[in-house]
Structures are given as C-alpha cells and as structure tokens.
C-alpha cells in the first residue's frame, strides 16, 4: 500500500513549502523511492494561462473571489494522477479538497489506488494567513479585496470539506499549528506521521 500525503489550509499557510520538505525528508530516508507531487494552485495557475474559452470562465469566477465549480478541481488532481502516478512510491497532494463536493469523488480516488491516506491540516489565523500572502509577491497575491476573499472562501468552502475528511475512516487527518518557524512546524508534521 502507498502512501498519500495530503497538505490542506488557507492560501498562506505554507502547504508548498512543507510538501517539499517532507518530500526530500521522505527520499533522504530512501533514495530509492520514488514521489509524486499534485500541485492544485499551481495546476489553476497553469490553467488560466491558456487563454482558453475554460480558462477565461475559471478566471472570471476567480476574480469575483468565488471558486471554480468542483469538477474543475477534480480535474486537476484526477488528471495529474492518472496521467503521472506510476503505482509507485509516496504521492503528495498540495491544496485538494478545495470544497466538500470533491471529497467524495478524493475518497473513491483513495481506495481506487488503495493508498493509505494521511491529511497534514495547516492551521494558521486569517492574519497571519494574510501577512504572508501578500509578502508572496505573486500577481494574484497583490490586491488586498481578493486576498481577504480568498480567506473568507477557505471558511466557506475548504473548512466543511476538511470537516467531512475528518469523519472519514479512509484517511488519517492530523492539525499542525503553522504559525512557528518553517524547521518547527517541519518537525511537528514529521512527528504526527511518525517520519523520523
């Protein structure tokens, strides 16, 4: 059985940084195995750059601070998996499920690939959630409006979904206090998956 790591939490948070640290803490203990990273923010941020007729829809709800309907989400992860996972070694997932619809469709993912699932759930306040989007510098990090909207949608949309993951027997979810230093909440994460 293979596992999943599933990084969730506000846009912020720090999912990116901690999924590579955990990636190279993983090969370090094992060269030999392999891994494979689903980056859902950056697959959306891929997405609008087509100018496709999709990507100017997808745009367009994302500018009025709201999300793409959920089969755009599950697109991007479903598809990075078929199209990449390889059956073997450890697979991370940054930034899925965005809101509760893709959580039923994640957990068929999960047992269709029997993965054995761990959800490492960041958890930082609004503001310092905000802080450190802004101090990003990306150009869809610069107006203040859509970063607090983007806040606001994490307890919409990504909090129930986090909630139905939490009542789910398929996956193991452990809380990470994310406002310490990177090493700290490294470290933390290491514990809670028993990764020494």
Known sequence: MNKLYI????SGAGKG????????????I???LPTFIVETGKKFRELIATKSYTAK?????????KLPPPFIGVHMWSHSLIEGYTGAG????????????????LLTAIEFYDFDTEVVNL???????????????????????EVWERIQWYH???????????????????????EQPIEAVHRDICHALNIQ
């Open 57 to 65: 829809l997808v745009k367009a709800v994302a500018d009025t601070g």
């Open 30 to 32: 094992d060269p030999t």
């Open 156 to 178: 919409q949309s990504v909090e129930p979904a986090i909630d139905l993951l939490r009542k789910s027997s398929r996956v193991t979810l452990h809380d990470i206090h994310g």
């Open 123 to 145: 958890c930082v306040s609004d503001e310092w959630a905000h802080e450190h989007i802004k101090s990003r510098g990306r150009p869809d990090d610069i107006n203040d409006k």
């Open 90 to 105: 450890s697979v991370f997932i940054d930034g899925t499920p965005r809101m509760p619809a893709e959580v039923p469709l």
């Open 17 to 28: 940084t901690q999924v590579a640290l955990l990636e190279q803490k993983i090969k370090a």
């Open 7 to 10: 990084f969730i939490g506000r």
